[in-house]
C-alpha cells in the first residue's frame, strides 16, 4: 500500500500579506490554448498585464484574487512558456515625428522560396516595418510601414524597398485616421465555458 501524501502547505505570507493558497487544479479548469493549458488565474493575469503591464506583483495578486507568490510564479511561467512574449511602453507615434501609417502590398514571385526567404530576412531588418504579413489572395506581403511624413516614404520605397531581394511591384494605401490600435489581444476564447 502506498503511504498517503499529504497536501502541500502553503507557504507564509509576508509581513502585511495575508495568505491565500493556490486553488486546486480542479477548482481552476484548464482550457487549453495552442498546446499551453491556461487556466481563469492565468486568463486574468494576461487581462490584467495587458491593461496595465507596470502594476506591481501585490496589485496584480489582489486584481485577480491569489496571494502574491502564486501570482508571481504564474507569471514566470507563463513568460518562461512564451505566452507573454516581453513587456514595453505604447508610443504616441505622432508626438515623435512618425506622421504617415502605410500599408504597402508587396508582389513577388512566390515560386522562389529561396528569394522569399531572402526577402523576409531584409524587411525584418527594417525599423520603418512594424508589422509583416504573409498574406492570401493579391500580393504575398502586407507591411505596415512608419515613417515622418509622404517624401519620406517616397525616399525610402525608391531607396530601400524597391532594392531588396524578389520584389516586383507595391500597392500603397495610407492610414487616413486610426480608430483602434494597439488593442489588448481578445482573451475570451479561453476563459472556461466560452
Not at 52 to 65: E, H, P, T, V
Request: charged share 25%; proline share 6%.
Amino acid at each position: 500500500m502506498k503511504p498517503s501524501r499529504e497536501p502541500a502547505l502553503p507557504k507564509p505570507a509576508k509581513s502585511g500579506e495575508t495568505s491565500r493558497p493556490e486553488p486546486a487544479a480542479a477548482a481552476t479548469a484548464a482550457v487549453p490554448a495552442a498546446g499551453v493549458a491556461l487556466d481563469r488565474y492565468d486568463v486574468a493575469i494576461l487581462d490584467a498585464l495587458q491593461r496595465d503591464a507596470r502594476q506591481s506583483n501585490a496589485d496584480l495578486s489582489a486584481a485577480i484574487g491569489l496571494s502574491a507568490a502564486p501570482t508571481w510564479r504564474r507569471v514566470r511561467r507563463l513568460e518562461e512558456l512564451g505566452v507573454i512574449t516581453g513587456y514595453r511602453a505604447e508610443i504616441d507615434r505622432r508626438k515623435i515625428g512618425l506622421g504617415v501609417l502605410a500599408f504597402v502590398r508587396v508582389d513577388t514571385d512566390r515560386d522562389n522560396a529561396e528569394a522569399t526567404r531572402a526577402l523576409e530576412d531584409a524587411i525584418r531588418q527594417l525599423p520603418e516595418v512594424i508589422a509583416c504579413h504573409y498574406i492570401s489572395g493579391a500580393g504575398t506581403f502586407e507591411l505596415q510601414v512608419l515613417v515622418t511624413d509622404l517624401d519620406a516614404y517616397s525616399r525610402w520605397t525608391m531607396d530601400t524597398l524597391f532594392r531588396l531581394p524578389n520584389v516586383k511591384d507595391l500597392h500603397t494605401s495610407f492610414s487616413l485616421g486610426e480608430i483602434k490600435a494597439g488593442a489588448a489581444l481578445p482573451l475570451g476564447h479561453l476563459r472556461p465555458g466560452a
